[in-house]
Structure formats: C-alpha cells, structure tokens
C-alpha cells in the first residue's frame, strides 16, 4: 500500500517537475536578451496593445507610431491626417493585443514592456508542458496499452513539448502564437475529456452537468483561439460534427455551438459596424491571398510584395484590393494553382530556421562564430525532424478511437487552410503537442502485430521519404544563404525576413 502510495505520489507531482522544467528553459533566452527589438509584425501587435492600454480603442498608426513605419512604407504622414488616436482596424484579431494590452496595464508602456511580456509568455508557453502530459493521457486512455506505457508515452511528449527549441525560444516574440498554443492545447483537452465515457454512478445529474460544462468550455476555447487566429475556425466546425457524429451527443454539440458563436458574435457584430458590411473576426484575408498568389510568391511570406498592400490604411480597400488581385493571379496563370499548394505544403513541414537566421542576420543576436552557429542550425532543426519522423510511426500504431479521430481531424483542419492560402514553417508549431504525443507512442509502444498494420507502416514510411525529399530541397533551396551567414559579417547580411 505504502509503495503504490509513493507511485501515486511521484505521478502526480509530474506536471509540476515538467512546468518548472520548461518555465526554466524559457526564461532562459528571455533574460539572455532583455533588451531584444521586434520587427513589423509586432510592431502593429504592440501599437493595438498600446492603444487597448490607453482605453482608445482597438486602434493602430497613431501619428508617431505611422511616423517610425514611414521609411519603410513610403507614407507621407503629414497628408493623413491621423486622427491622434490612431486608426480604429479590423485587420488584426482581437484577443493577442488585449493579452499584450493587459500585461502593459500592469507592467506599464515603458521600454522594458516588451520584457515583461517576454516573462509572462514563458510562463503561459512553459503550461503547455503538463498539459500536452494530460492531453496525452486522455488520448490514450482506451488504448488497451499498459499503465505503464501510457504514463511512459505521456511523460517522453511532454519533455518533448518543455525541451523543444522552437517552444522555448518562442516567448522572445509578440506574436499571436504566444497565446494560441496554449488557447488550441485547451479546446483539444476539454473536446478530450468530453469524450470520455459517462460515469457509472446513479447520479445522472451531476454527469450532465459536467458534461455541459465541459460542452461550454470546449466551446468558449475553441471562440477564445479563433479571436487569436481565425484560421482554426475550419478545426471548430470540425469539432462540432465531431461531438454530434462520434461522440453521439447532440446536447453537448448545440451547447459548444452556442458557446462558440456567443464567444465570436461580439467581435464580428464590431467589426461589421466598423466596416458597413458583414465582417469577419480579421480582414487579412485578402492580404494573405495576395501574398500566396503574387508572382514572386512560392506561397509563402515575401519580404517584397508584403509591403505593397500596406500602403492602404484604409482594412476594406486592403481587403478588396488583395482578394481583387489575387484571383486575377490565378487567371493569369491557373497552372501555378496546384503548384503553390504544393510548395505551401511543404513550407508547412520546413525545418525551423528562418526566423533565428533574420534575428541574427539582421544583427539582433550580434556575432557568434561558425562553430556555435552550426550548433545553433542543428539544435533548431533536429528535434523537427525527430518529431515529425517518429509521429508518422506512432499515427501508424495508434489505435483507432474517438481521441486519435479528433487529433487527426485536427491536423487536416488546420493544415488545409494554410495550404491553400499562406504557409510558413512556423505554422505547424501549434501541432507540436499532439506530434509530440504520437513521436512518444511510437518509441514506448512499437508495433505489436507487425503483419496487422503492414500497410500502415508502409503508408508510414513513405511518409517519411516525402519529408526527407522536402527537407532536401529546404537545405539546397538555404545553402547559399546559410554560406553567407556562416562566413564573415554574417550577422549584418540584413536579409528580409
């Protein structure tokens, strides 16, 4: 008794070793650079968090915030005429400015606001640790595997998700990521534990109502990650059948649909009196479109074309003139269509280089030798392709159930839209903790019946291939730029991001 006791003990102060483990990593970079600038992008993160903190509104480009984007927009911020307040948008989602507007109100604006929301990011990213652990457990809690290989599975993904580079260093951004790992990691936990099987016991009532409750949640997470990143509304509406089809609980279905709308119903109806038509959670859409289909695009961000639809402050004229241009791209040249979402799905699965290669070419980082930058290159690709390699084993040895249903409906809802309008490598990091949790089950749970699953493991290794021959031509695609960033005066190279 005394040593299941001390077992129990050890199981339960897991999550806590874990979060402290990753509060550590990830405080780490933050104090390293305390004093690390932001680019564009969360420059207007910033100005709306400004803006919110100051109790003017949802507003960006007050007049010394246009003047500081002036040289790199070409605007004459004289012949604006900005109202002093700044303009009121609905091009940005609205829930990463008011979390970054919140710190600020604490913290204040000074020009240590950015380190204070660096600390509070480290914190809120080192949660995803204990709770890719629980996430882990509920997926494979009907199994049929052994205590001890699902407690084993969900321990490796969440040392994964707390040593994962990527994660780690992620705090040291404003960027909506921040606060969208988390919010996804969420909705998926409370969908998780809707999906188990009622209780037992004769109180019927007590089960409905936590089945509610949680039907709410689900919900009202799935609305609060939507406000941070709408392109995950595909996920939602996914989940929904999910809930009414697999789960068969059409009660707990309408109930995380009324919480969801009642969630993003305020924010639409705003934006929608703003612009004088029905209006989405962001109108970036149009600019994404623009940026996937242009000319010079392989559907991902380019530095050159990402500036032309900025000089519209106006969202609705940005929005029109974006979605205008980007079908007449398709026109033009139709065949480029499959094409781009090709290339888009593979920058989706690129390794993660491309944002530690602007810091530092941009000399944010300073100079460090070839040795350590090789290292640095290593550390940021490696544990991806670890991941990536082992997940598509352990989809292929997972059995099937309503949990594994709902991480692979997932995948494929949030992969399609970047497929199909804009891609960047650092898009599948939302994915991470559910890679994670398959990478794990493949190493504690190899396949048993290998004959059972043949197919599958062959499906799984040609999986693999198409990774490797991605990276591939990632690297070939590089090699010149990491030449240069190697050699002498790499880190003052100013490449665009």
Known sequence: ??????????????????????????????????????????????????????????????????????????????????????M???????????????????????????????????????????????AALRILENSNWSHRVVERSARGAAVIVASYPM????????????????????????????????????????????ESALAVLAGVLLGMSALTRSVVLPFALAALLWIWLDLRRPRATVLAALALACTLVPWITRNSLLSDRLTGIETSMGYNLYLGYHPESTGTFTFGPSLD???????????????????????????RFPYLALRRLGH????????????????FLGALSPPVLLLILNLLALPFAFVACSAVFGAASMPRSAQTTLVMLLVVAYLLPHVFILSEERFHLALIPFFAILAATAWAKPVDDLNARRMSLWLAAAGVALLILNWSAQIARTLPTLVQLIGAGGNRLYLPY
């Open 88 to 134: 009121l948008t609905t091009f940005r989602a609205p829930l990463y400015p008011a979390f970054l507007a919140l710190v600020y109100m604490v913290f204040g604006v000074g020009p240590d606001r950015f380190f204070s929301a660096r600390v509070i990011q480290a914190s809120l990213g080192a949660l995803l640790a204990p709770m890719t652990y629980v």
């Open 1 to 86: 008794m005394t040593n299941k006791r001390h077992t129990t003990s050890r199981i339960h102060s897991f999550p806590l070793k874990i979060f402290l483990l990753a509060l550590v990593l990830r405080l780490m970079p933050v104090l390293l650079f305390p004093h690390l600038g932001i680019g564009i992008d969360m420059f207007q993160y910033d100005m709306l968090a400004r803006s919110l903190a100051a109790g003017n509104g949802f507003r960006w480009f007050a007049p010394a915030d246009a003047a500081l984007l002036a040289p790199y927009l070409d605007l004459d911020v004289n012949a604006l005429g900005l109202d002093p307040r700044g």
């Open 348 to 363: 989706f699965f690129d390794l993660e280089w491309r944002a530690f290669m602007y810091f530092y070419d941009n000399g």
């Open 309 to 335: 639809l900025l000089l519209f402050l106006d969202d609705r004229l940005r929005e029109q003139v974006g979605t205008e241009e980007a079908v007449e791209f398709i026109r033009e040249n139709p065949g």
């Open 167 to 210: 994660l780690v260093l992620f705090p040291l951004g404003l960027a909506t990521e921040n606060l969208f790992f988390l919010l996804l990691l969420g909705a998926s936990s409370a969908l998780l534990a809707l999906s188990r099987q009622p209780s037992q016991s004769n109180d019927v009532g007590r089960s409905q109502r936590l």
